[in-house]
């Protein structure tokens, strides 16, 4: 997957910029044809003259000694990926910032390429606000990060901070060029609809958007044509087609709208509106002792019930053990139904992890740990691809 990729290796300035030798030579090896930049800090570390002779090339140094006249600029054009490695806590910060001060950062600002930071850092350093903040910029503008691992640190403190080892990256970075996807068009639904009693209130629930999202940057990262029909505001990367809605009518319609191979249901839909819309909010002296309901369509049903259906994966937002969403797999006669008990905190609408149970179409189970909803994001478009198309 590497051989003949173009692939820019940034060192910065720590002390696991000697471990950026050995990954130089792996990329090497697996036929990668790299450069290299140094940062000023990074040569306090570790020498030019090793990444000579590593990669064949004089590493570059400077937007002004290089013999180009626009470095930064052919580098990022060059380049089918950037991998900083290690990244330093001053460089994250630079690089969250759009500052473009020295050969490395003005690249990175002109690239079009995926970038993999590999952060290394003291435990204080990672977990200070600025870097978590910082951290949180990189990944919504589209950045991806190897690490830190937890383990020995400089001056033999333990903590998370290490940088990831080359095997690590390696493997990160091949990930960066997996298009597995292969251009198939997949539609995924997020957040949760509002369904209006006057112009001010509404019925809604609590549902974020966060697991839908990141179902549609990992699609998209992985080369699905991906529409994303959400009420959510949050970001989506720009390869992301983004349909915002509100009501479950809305959506539905935007979602029939799509030809799609895969559709994805991570919306928490309601399952009821209100009968009747006030034209003008209800004013508390006119009173208002009930509200008649009627059922929403059920936007997974459409789709279901299409000739030459995609390949379906619904959701189920339950309070209780994973009985009921079996029961509701085969009731709705989807491919696959990710289960996810809400009442866990780690799980809940909003939440950043999600701790789920995989159920196919034959009333099979298959319990995932806790993790991130970006990982189960990774996993489950994974397992897509693995379903849709066995031999790979
Ligand atoms: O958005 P977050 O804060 O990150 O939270 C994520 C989540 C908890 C909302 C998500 O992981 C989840 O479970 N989504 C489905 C919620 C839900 O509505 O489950 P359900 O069991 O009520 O519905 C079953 C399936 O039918 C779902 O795929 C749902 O999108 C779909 N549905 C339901 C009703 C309806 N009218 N139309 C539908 O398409």
Do not use: C
Request: hydrophobic fraction near 45%.
């Amino acid at each position: 997957m590497l051989n003949g990729r173009r692939v820019l290796l940034a060192v910065t300035g720590g002390v696991a910029a000697y471990k950026s030798a050995f990954l130089a030579r792996r990329l090497v090896e697996a036929g990668v044809d790299l450069e290299v930049i140094l940062t000023d800090s990074a040569t306090e570390f570790i020498g030019t003259q090793t990444f000579a002779a590593i990669t064949g090339r004089q590493p570059h140094r400077s937007l002004f000694e290089d013999e180009s006249v626009s470095p930064h600029t052919e580098l990022a054009r060059w380049s089918d990926a950037v991998v900083v490695a290690p990244a330093t806590a001053a460089t994250i910060a630079r690089i969250a910032n759009g500052v473009s001060s020295d050969l490395l950062t003005a690249t990175l600002l002109a690239t079009e390429a995926p970038v993999l930071l590999a952060p290394a850092m003291h435990t204080e350093m990672w977990e200070h606000v600025a870097t978590r903040r910082n951290i949180e910029t990189l990944v919504e503008d589209g950045y991806r990060l190897v690490g830190p691992e937890t383990g020995e640190l400089a001056g033999g403190d333990i903590g998370v901070g290490r940088v990831s080892e080359p095997e690590q990256i390696i493997e990160a970075l091949e990930a960066l060029f997996d298009q597995s996807g292969g251009g198939r068009r997949l539609v995924v639904t997020a957040g949760g609809t509002r369904e209006p009693i006057d112009p001010v209130r509404f019925l809604g629930n609590r549902s974020s958007g966060k697991m839908g999202h990141a179902i549609a940057d990992e699609a998209a990262r992985r080369g699905f044509h991906t529409t994303l029909v959400t009420t959510s505001d949050l970001p989506a990367l720009p390869s992301v087609k983004v349909v915002r809605v509100e009501t479950a009518a809305e959506m539905q319609s935007a979602v029939l709208e799509e030809e799609a191979d895969v559709a994805v249901f991570a919306a928490a839909v309601a399952d009821f509106r209100p009968a009747e819309v006030f034209g003008e909010k209800v004013a508390r002296a006119d009173g208002m002792s009930s509200i008649t309901l009627q059922s929403t369509p059920d936007i997974l049903a459409s789709v279901v019930g299409r000739q030459n259906r995609p390949f379906v994966v619904g959701f189920a937002a339950e309070t209780g053990g994973v009985e009921r969403a079996i029961e509701k797999a085969r009731a709705k006669k989807v491919d696959l139904l990710v289960y996810n008990n809400v009442s866990e905190p780690g799980s809940s609408f909003g939440s950043d992890t999600n701790e789920v149970v995989i159920i196919d179409s034959g009333g099979q189970t298959d319990p995932w740990p806790l993790m991130s909803k970006r990982e189960v994001a990774r996993k489950l478009v994974d397992l897509i691809l693995t379903t849709i198309d066995p031999q790979g």
